[in-house]
């Protein structure tokens, strides 16, 4: 057999996987649809953020960029909240501007996040245990995070215990009085969710942001020379181990260890791994004669329904945003949706297939003059017509949204990008046009994801593997689920079991 491992899919995830097994001596071959390699994030304007413990083991030839700016909060009346990084008396100073009470009660809010941050991070970098038949090396793993449990001290185990199931807008609302501090700090809960901030579970999206860097607010770091320079590292990392990557090879059928491209050619290796989203992967790509009725009715009822849409304008300058004293504070993201209740409402359109007329935005500006925007909420099926003809109505509600912040900007637009979910899912092979590869939910969460049973990266068919977001810990570069995946990979290898 020419190989011992084809990879479907060049995406970050994909890549780490194929750099560590390649590392490990497995002879890997990588397949990406596309022209280019790394996925998804390619439409990214920040990291999850990335592993410093997988940029390390795979010697990444990458900096990665931490602003001073988290996040700058913008009201319809003109006030704004900047939240620092790592500056918490900065943070209070701007708090203060608009509640006294909220700027007192920040520092004990970002370090209950932190302390619990700390405890949770060590889940990251596990695999899932089984329910059924934990290891035992899982009891151990899980004990030691238990440990640092106990030492959290009542108040933050409380928290902690209460907070994963609240909704969001409860959380923040027990926290500040401030709507637009609430919005934005609740915003961490729904990005790319199909829920608004009253549903339940949402406060999870915080918790776990803590876990991968210490703050439960939306992250600013970015990489030097755009996310390509994050897929060129990871990619150099693979083949220099010893991997080799084909772009344009889309696989159409994945057949027991065998996986069949749109040309007919078949490639034969020990074991499949698919970067590809669990949808794809096993309502596209495997026979469902494959697959055991159980198995295929639980995939199918995965959610993996999509609410995001994308746009990029090319701008000849930098807009001016009303109530922004300072330009620096545009460095890192820039958050619209002032309100939990505007954040329920702009999900509430979607529930009903249709895209809010007042979105939430987060927003980043990128040299030379491109601002990326996140848009949400904008359904994946559309009540009435459908993303072909509606794409530029689309983005006319989303610059009007943003011309009431930024008034002059529509004398600046030299060039629109519109990304709609089924473009998602047409150019980028995201099913449903789902960001993180399905709904990030307490149902479709550590032991649970993609499916109770199947949360170690293995599937119910013997030499088929998953790597990518919709396996643990789930969406965002991290590069964690590939990393946690080559684990399990490898372990089945050395183990002769594959
Ligand atoms: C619009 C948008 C904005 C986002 N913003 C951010 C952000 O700012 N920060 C952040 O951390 N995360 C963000 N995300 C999420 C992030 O991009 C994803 O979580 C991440 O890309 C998942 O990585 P992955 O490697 O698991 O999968 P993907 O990036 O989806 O890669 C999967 C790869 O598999 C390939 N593939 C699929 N099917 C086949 C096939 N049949 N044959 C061969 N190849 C195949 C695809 O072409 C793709 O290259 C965003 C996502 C989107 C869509």
């Known amino acids: 057999m020419a190989y011992d491992v084809t990879i479907i899919g060049a995406g970050h995830n994909g890549l780490v996987t194929a750099a560590y097994l390649a590392k490990s001596g497995l002879k890997t071959l990588v397949l990406e649809r596309r022209e280019v390699v790394g996925g998804g994030a390619e439409l990214d304007h920040v990291t999850g953020p990335f592993s410093q413990q997988i940029a390390t083991d795979l010697n990444l030839k990458i900096e990665f960029i931490t602003p001073k700016v988290r996040v700058l909060a913008l009201s319809d009346d003109g006030r704004s909240i900047c939240i620092y990084n790592n500056d918490v008396e900065s943070t209070v100073k701007e708090i203060e501007k608009i509640s006294a009470k909220d700027a007192k009660i920040y520092p004990e809010f970002v370090e209950s996040f932190s302390r619990i941050g700390r405890v949770l991070a060590p889940l990251l970098s596990m695999t899932p245990p089984s329910i059924d038949q934990p290891a035992k090396s899982d009891v151990w793993q899980l004990g030691k995070v238990g440990l640092a449990f106990r030492k959290l001290g009542k108040k933050d185990e409380y928290r902690l215990l209460r907070w994963g199931p609240m909704a969001v807008a409860d959380l923040v609302n027990e926290w500040f009085e401030t709507e637009l501090l609430r919005a934005t700090v609740a915003s961490r809960g729904i990005h790319g969710a199909f829920a608004g901030p009253w549903s339940a579970g949402t406060s999870l999206g915080l918790l776990w942001q803590a ?117 620096a504070k545009l460095s890192g993201r820039i958050h619209i949706g002032p309100e939990i209740d505007y954040l329920e409402r702009a999900f509430d359109a979607s529930k009903y297939g249709e895209f809010s007329r007042e979105p939430y935005l987060d927003i980043a500006m990128r040299a030379p003059n491109v601002m990326s925007i996140h848009v949400q909420f904008a359904p994946y099926k559309l009540r009435e017509g459908d993303w072909d003809t509606r794409g530029e109505e689309f983005a006319n509600v989303v610059i009007d949204r943003l011309s009431v912040y930024a008034p002059n900007l529509r004398d600046l637009i030299v060039a629109a990008q519109v990304i709609t979910p089924r473009d998602l899912e047409e150019t980028y092979g995201l099913s449903g046009g789902h960001i993180h590869h399905g709904e990030q939910s307490l149902d479709q969460f550590f032991t649970f994801r993609p499916l109770i049973g199947w949360a170690q990266y293995r599937t119910p068919l013997k030499r088929l593997y998953l790597c990518g977001a919709g396996t643990h810990p789930g969406g965002g570069i991290t590069g964690l689920p590939g990393a946690n995946a080559a684990r399990e990979i490898a372990r089945d290898f050395k183990a002769g079991k594959v």
Not at 226 to 249: F, N, Q, V, Y
Not at 274 to 300: G, I, Q, Y
């Open 211 to 327: 876990a991968l860097d210490g703050s439960a607010i939306g992250p600013s770091t970015s990489v030097k020379g755009g996310m390509g320079a994050l897929a060129k590292a990871l990619a150099d990392a693979a083949t220099s181990a010893g991997a080799e990557i084909r772009t344009a090879a889309e696989v159409v059928r994945i057949e027991d260890g065998k996986v069949i491209l749109r040309n007919g050619e078949a490639i034969e290796a020990r074991a499949v791994v698919s970067n590809a989203d669990p949808h794809t992967t096993f309502l596209k790509l495997v026979d469902p004669v494959e697959l055991d009725p159980n198995f295929l009715s639980k995939m199918r009822n995965y959610r993996a329904q999509g609410t995001v849409a994308k746009i990029n304008l090319t701008l000849s300058g930098l807009p001016e945003f009303r109530g922004v004293d300072d330009p």
